[in-house]
């Protein structure tokens, strides 16, 4: 018998006998890790978490439903070194950074830089980023640079959402919450037995929640401060001076799921989903304003009128329309040699409003709208050879997409048009990947992945009363600009498991974020070209079980090698307009430089009573700039800065205690709190783009019954009520505004679930 046989063999005899001791521990230690342990596919084929040499944030959907979380931005505080932040005006989706390196700009022709999957299918835009926590069986969060795993743009990390698949077990569930501000969610699914091989589950959503930022006019609210020269209107309503709310949530959803098992060797799954997302924009309060009057004068207030002074008007707008459909085949053509296809279509209808004076004058608004599609496929071959001395992948990848960055923008009386920019982006990449078992207690780990990108923008600038090209910026009509670029990444690593208990690994890997063109140029000469990123990651870490099972610690320390950083100017750019009076228009992303990122981060589960499960996490992380291109520190870039959304530190501690009583129901109060320590928005560090600390808390206590056929929570969150931001869109040295996004204040929700 071959060591690598050997290895297999003793993989699944540890599990199982972790499993056996933790039953005959449970009076002293509580359940083991081991008897439920997640498994996770992150080297393209199923692995215990603990056996995975990558550091991985797993969140399963029982934690999902205990503490009632319901979209992506609710996950990041359980994984160290993670920040998904909601957009902050401009569209719907997220800001989501790894380890300090990711994406916050929407436009199509920027990259994410956390790569984001459901269903292993990659959705290629920030746009729409902002999923719902629909029937899912777990959510992954790999950290640090995927560039031969995850691929395209995972240059920060991954998050990979996986959904229940259908069993055909006629099994489901509903659930209704109601909470503060008029909280309205419902949730269920069912899985049906169709034939002996054909299963079938649905799954569905609705929630809706009144926004916590008031809307007020400001003449009517603050009439003392109004001066005789103003021309804005008195918006009284039967409301009395408010005309509308920020923060507002309006969404639905369904999903179908198709199992089909023809032969023993051969898995089809085909899924489809629809959501309409009608939400109002986030929750603003305005930093700055052209006018110093309309700062407000108490929390939660907003004196935007999305009133143009020409008449354009519009209402806070974050609407996503989304349909998608994909599908996997498994086929396994022997015992060792298994082939995957993964096919994804998602369109998308999003639309976005923007009042950015943050007042009634109506002097800078903004409608955007985001029409897009993509085509994925993904093939892979697995095998192994040498009776499992090697594991092996190769596969390729093919992205295609085309969307429009479109709407009106109003900027005062001289910059007025229609804008609609075509942005087609193609990708394909080749890669492999193997993993060799010298002996039973090691593996050696090797992949490389190459990939071609090629991004075409086009630009439209109309006059919407004249129809002929604008004024300034209709220079710019049928201008256009292509990006070209290729990349090769890599990956070697060590892992060795000294025990049941305890591995380490060890490991180098690389990837980049893609170049593109500026998407917001104001005249020809600013249609310049930027480059891809890339980063080189050390990372060493180890996985241990120890005490019986009943403690859980997870350590990674890395070291990040930062190269040809894509930052954004908003500070101006050479070649702008440059009258008396204008502020310095642009936005251009541009390669500023290097730096180094390094942290250390621990995850740690422990159980150290029947019922009592304490969970944590912690993260440091130190981002230093070491050198600035020209182009950056013309921006006002310096040294000392860190990237946007790079926290120093972060933790999370989660509290639970499981009561049984004598009915056999059991009652289960749980604690959980994160802090996060301050950061910046904008790579141009500053006032109108920071972010304080902030240290929440949130609660809730659950009832089951014995048969576990209803559960009812009755939960808190942001327990002291604190008032803090989470976002900001700085745009105070274009033209004078800045607004932050504040959290919802502190609210209240009982949430009951049957299962059936």
Known sequence: MTTAVLFRDRQKICRMLMAASSVAALSLTGAAFAADEIVVTAQFREQSLQDTPIAITAVTGEEIETKALSDISDIAAAAPNVTISKAAASFNGVAAYIRGVGQYDPNFALEPGVGMYIDDIYHGVMVGSLFDLLDLDRVEILRGP?????????????????????EGDNSGYISATYGSYDRIEVRGAYDVKITDNAFFRMSAFSKRRDGHVKRLDFRCDRPSEVLPSDTFPNQVTPDGCKIGTLGGVKSWGLRG????????????????????????????????????????????????????????????????HMESIGGQIDWEISDNLKITSITGYENIEAVSTVDLDGGPTGELLTYNTTPYHQVTQELRLNGEFGEG????TLGGFYFDSLGNVAGRVYSFPALNWLQDDPVSNNSKSVFAHAILHPVSEMSLIGGIRYT??????????????????????????????????????????????????????????????????????????????????????YEVGFKSDFADGAVRLNVAAFFNKYDDIILID???????????????????????????????????????????????????LDFEY????????????????????????QWSVN???????????????????????????????APSNFIEGRTTANANIAFRTADEGWTAILGVTNIADKHYYTNAFDLLNINGTASKVVARPREFFIKVRKNF
């Open 452 to 537: 071609d990108d090629k991004k075409t923008y086009m630009f439209s600038r109309i006059n919407p009363d004249t129809g002929l090209p604008a004024d300034v910026v209709g220079v710019l009509e049928g201008v256009g600009g292509t990006y070209t670029g290729d990349s090769v990444d890599y990956r070697v690593g060590l892992d060795y498991r000294f025990s049941d208990g305890l591995m380490a690994y060890a490991q180098f890997s690389t990837g980049y974020k893609g170049g593109g063109i500026n998407p917001r140029p104001f005249i020809p000469t600013q249609v310049v070209p930027f480059s891809s990123e890339q980063v080189n990651a």
């Open 570 to 620: 908003t500070n101006g750019y050479p070649g702008g307009p440059t009258d008396p009076g204008w502020f310095p228009l642009s936005a251009v992303p541009f390669n500023a430089g290097k730096a180094d990122i390094k942290g250390v981060e621990a995850e740690t589960t422990v159980e150290p009573a029947p019922g009592l499960t304490l969970q944590g996490s912690i993260s440091y």
């Open 257 to 320: 799921a198709l199992r089909l098992t023809p032969h023993e060797d051969l898995e089809v799954n085909i899924f489809a989903s629809i959501v309409r997302d009608d939400s109002e924009s986030p929750g603003l309060e305005q930093f700055a304003a052209l006018d110093p009057r309309f700062l407000p004068n108490r929390d939660y207030t907003y004196y935007g009128t999305y009133t143009s002074i020409p008449g354009f008007s519009t209402e806070p707008l974050m609407t996503t």
């Open 389 to 392: 001395l090697v594991e092996w």
């Open 626 to 649: 070491k050198s600035l291109d020209p182009n950056a520190t013309a921006s006002g870039i310096s040294s000392d800065f860190v990237s946007p959304f790079t926290p120093e530190w």
């Open 146 to 166: 995927q560039g031969t795993l995850a691929g395209k743009n995972s240059i920060g990390g991954a998050i990979k959402l996986f959904s229940r698949k259908p």
């Open 655 to 685: 509290a639970s205690y499981e009561f049984a009583l004598s009915s056999g129901a059991t009652i289960t109060p749980q604690f959980y709190a994160e802090y996060q320590s301050s950061i910046y928005t904008d790579a141009v560090n």
